[in-house]
């Protein structure tokens, strides 16, 4: 069965508007949770790291205060994309590790955002 | 992180085996090779990963060179389920908690 959960799997947003996304570990409780951006026919590109109970890791060109993320417990993280504009609509995953060494990494099915 | 290189695209005959390949050179001794599909507007899914040996899972095969300089996916028998993009990622092994670094892996056609 799954693993990783994540809700909505699509959303059409008003420009301007907030969409938040969740992403729920079902099968273990992880400190860690990641978030990737995809664009049709590219590849994945990590967001950020999302930490329990302190502040998430963004990468280098992604906006803190644009890409809200909490991570309130163990099995859930949330992203936000706040004042939601046309060139955030992409395909937005997250993803868990056990956090073991050499364990491998479980995705959700992915969030399709469009800002119309 | 560690770079791999992968083809573009690779086309294969239904029911027959496909090798992917995945060269990667800068690979340090404790990075674990991933490999991970991406079928169309899905998240990634797992599909073996390995250090030095040899892997089999019940969905494919991973052969890693000698020198761990290159790897090959095998798919024993596709079938158009498999037509994915497919990732060959390097995870620096003893943090559990790194995240998968993805770079623009191999389309796999399958064809009927």
């Known amino acids: 069965g799954a693993v990783v959960s994540q809700h909505p799997s699509w959303v059409i947003c008003k420009s301007g508007t907030s969409v938040k996304i969740e992403c729920r570990s079902l099968d273990f409780q992880a400190t860690t949770m990641f978030w990737y951006r995809q664009f049709p026919k590219q590849s994945l590109m990590l967001m950020a790291t999302s930490n329990e109970g302190s502040k998430a890791t963004y990468e280098q060109g992604v906006e803190k205060d644009k890409f809200l993320i909490n991570h309130a417990s163990l099995t859930l993280s949330t992203l936000t994309v706040t004042s939601a504009h046309p060139e955030d609509s992409s395909f937005y995953i997250c993803?868990?590790?056990?956090?073991?060494?050499?364990?491998?990494?479980?995705f959700g099915q992915g969030t399709r955002l469009t800002v119309v | 992180d560690a770079k791999t290189t992968q083809p573009n695209s690779m086309e294969s005959n239904e029911e027959e085996p496909v090798h992917l390949p995945c060269n990667h050179s800068t690979i340090s001794g404790t990075d674990y090779i991933h490999w991970y599909r991406q079928l169309p507007s899905q998240g990634p899914e797992y599909v073996i990963h390995g250090l030095t040996s040899n892997v089999n899972n019940r969905m494919a095969s991973l052969a890693i060179a000698e020198d761990r300089k290159s790897s090959t996916l095998i798919l024993h028998r596709a079938t158009l389920r498999d037509a994915a993009v497919y990732y060959c990622?390097?995870?620096?092994?003893?943090?559990?908690?790194?995240?998968?670094?993805f770079g623009k892996g191999t389309r796999l056609s399958v064809i009927a």
């Open positions: 993803s868990v590790t056990r956090g073991q060494t050499g364990t491998e990494a479980f």
């Open positions: 990622i390097l995870r620096w092994g003893p943090s559990g908690n790194t995240p998968l670094v």
